[in-house]
């Protein structure tokens, strides 16, 4: 175990940060509860279309102005009045509200919301993103998933601890300039995969518009 904004935090065996060699973890079987297994020559063509489109990101991330991306940041908590940055997850065990992750090597932040940040914090950190899940939408226009990233990725914190988890997560994404923001999908309770897909969230990754 090791410490990482003040918690315990599992290590893995291929790094706490994410890179090309750790970014993919094949499973034949589908994660979307159907049963279905995947064939040699859909995992190999998936597998090439993800390590594609994981390129044409980092590369993305690589052309953005990180000092724009700070200024984006600062003046978002100073429009919402409501986000402070922390340093400790500890006491936010069992605390609900809204929480901002930042990856400044990538100029890209996260918006989400939890009925205990600690917990949905480390819950990030502890996931692979879904083998099939990986692209969401096409190759060329799918943002990364949040969850392909690992602890050391997440570089600072901000939280809004409340009660109120409904009808404000949209409006903070809505607020945040898009081309920095990891989100895939409109904030909320979603129904389900069919919801999800109808809004989700792609970007031109051949610029940064």
Do not use: C
């Given at each position: 175990?090791v410490?990482?904004?003040?918690?315990?935090?599992?290590?893995?065996?291929?790094?706490?940060?994410?890179?090309?060699?750790?970014?993919?973890?094949?499973?034949?079987k589908s994660?979307?509860?159907?049963?279905?297994v995947y064939?040699?020559?859909?995992?190999?063509?998936?597998?090439?279309?993800s390590l594609?489109?994981?390129?044409?990101n980092?590369?993305?991330?690589?052309l953005l102005?990180?000092?724009?991306?700070?200024?984006?940041?600062?003046?978002?908590?100073?429009?919402?009045k409501?986000?402070?940055?922390?340093t400790?997850?500890?006491?936010?065990?069992?605390?609900?509200?809204?929480?901002i992750?930042?990856?400044?090597?990538?100029?890209?932040?996260?918006?989400?919301?939890s009925?205990?940040?600690?917990?949905?914090?480390?819950?990030h950190?502890?996931?692979?993103k879904?083998?099939?899940r990986?692209i969401?939408?096409?190759?060329?226009?799918?943002?990364?998933?949040?969850?392909?990233?690992?602890?050391?990725?997440?570089?600072?914190?901000?939280?809004?601890?409340?009660?109120?988890?409904?009808?404000?997560?949209?409006?903070?994404?809505?607020?945040?300039?898009?081309?920095?923001?990891?989100?895939?999908?409109?904030?909320?309770?979603?129904?389900g995969?069919?919801?999800?897909?109808?809004?989700?969230?792609?970007?031109?990754?051949?610029d940064?518009?």
């Amino acid at each position: 175990m090791v410490m990482h904004f003040g918690v315990n935090i599992r290590e893995k065996t291929d790094g706490l940060k994410l890179t090309r060699d750790n970014y993919i973890k094949v499973r034949d079987k589908s994660s979307f509860g159907t049963g279905k297994v995947y064939s040699e020559s859909f995992i190999n063509k998936h597998k090439e279309d993800s390590l594609y489109n994981y390129d044409l990101n980092i590369e993305y991330f690589r052309l953005l102005s990180k000092k724009e991306f700070n200024n984006e940041l600062i003046q978002f908590v100073s429009e919402t009045k409501s986000f402070k940055e922390i340093t400790d997850l500890a006491p936010l065990n069992k605390v609900s509200g809204y929480y901002i992750m930042v990856l400044d090597e990538y100029a890209q932040a996260y918006i989400g919301r939890s009925e205990n940040i600690k917990k949905r914090m480390q819950d990030h950190w502890a996931k692979q993103k879904e083998f099939d899940r990986l692209i969401f939408g096409g190759k060329e226009t799918s943002i990364l998933s949040i969850d392909s990233f690992r602890a050391y990725d997440t570089t600072r914190i901000f939280v809004h601890p409340t009660n109120e988890l409904y009808g404000h997560e949209d409006n903070f994404i809505n607020l945040f300039d898009k081309k920095y923001l990891l989100n895939r999908t409109i904030g909320g309770t979603l129904s389900g995969v069919i919801e999800a897909i109808n809004n989700r969230k792609t970007r031109k990754l051949s610029d940064r518009g």
